[in-house]
């Protein structure tokens, strides 16, 4: 079984920064996704950013000049640096690791801007 267990989420003021980590505790093979997705209330949960099996990254349009998706192989580890934060991005983030035949959750970490 896969665990994904996040840290790093917090208060912060707008315009300042987080950095989101997740460590996967099993096999991210074979691997389709891994990445971020974000849940505000009342609002459907949505794709931030996710490295691709091919090497590509993928953002939600509001983040791709501010957040950057990356990976630590030698430590299985998927952080998101998010910079420029605004009150808009609050919300619960949630680690995703995709599988060819499976999908697994982080539990989810609370992120607030606040003005």
């Known amino acids: 079984q896969v665990q994904l267990v996040e840290s790093g989420g917090g208060l912060v003021q707008a315009g300042g920064s987080l950095v989101l980590a997740c460590e996967i505790r099993?096999?991210?093979?074979?691997?389709?996704?891994m990445g971020w997705y974000r849940q505000a209330p009342g609002n459907p949960r949505e794709l931030v950013a996710v490295?691709?099996?091919?090497?590509?990254?993928d953002y939600h349009r509001s983040v791709r000049d501010r957040f950057t998706v990356s990976s630590d192989d030698a430590k299985n580890t998927v952080y998101l640096h998010m910079n420029s934060l605004k009150p808009d991005d609050t919300a619960t983030y949630y680690c995703?690791?995709?599988?060819?035949?499976?999908?697994?959750w982080g539990q989810g970490i609370q992120v607030t801007v606040s003005l």
């Open positions: 995703n690791l995709r599988r060819v035949r499976d999908n697994f």
């Open positions: 099993g096999s991210i093979n074979p691997l389709l996704a």
């Open positions: 490295i691709t099996a091919g090497g590509g990254k």
